[in-house]
């Protein structure tokens, strides 16, 4: 199993940067492929980006590629999401996911954290 532990979440100006973090904890920690969702009120949640265990292999859907870079640390196990030019829209709830020898582009995590709250203001 792991563990996942997110922040760096908060509010900030549209147009402006923020980076979130994952920390995973576990045994197989390295092991994992990691991802981001997000969830907004009143809206389904949604795919953000993932990486491959190996963090060799990234993935994103084609509306969050220009603005998001999904990277990690394996020495640290942590996984690491920076946001570009926040728009309001990305308003909402971001949770680390992991899924265990996992890859990007076939993302299906069983694990999940708590979430960290992302509030771009307009």
């Known amino acids: 199993q792991v563990q996942l532990v997110e922040s760096g979440g908060g509010l900030v100006q549209a147009g402006g940067s923020l980076r979130l973090s994952c920390a995973a904890s576990?045994?197989?920690?390295?092991?994992?492929?990691m991802g981001w969702f997000r969830q907004a009120p009143g809206k389904e949640r949604e795919f953000v980006a993932s990486?491959?265990?190996?963090?060799?292999?990234?993935y994103y859907p084609d509306s969050k590629k220009s603005r998001f870079t999904i990277f990690r640390d394996g020495a640290k196990n942590t996984v690491y999401l920076q946001m570009n030019n926040l728009k309001s829209e990305d308003t909402a709830v971001y949770y680390c996911t992991a899924q265990f020898r996992g890859r990007a582009d076939i993302f299906r995590p069983a694990y999940w954290g708590q979430g960290t709250q992302v509030t771009v203001s307009s």
């Open positions: 990486i491959s265990w190996t963090g060799t292999d990234t």
């Open positions: 576990g045994r197989t920690a390295s092991t994992y492929a």
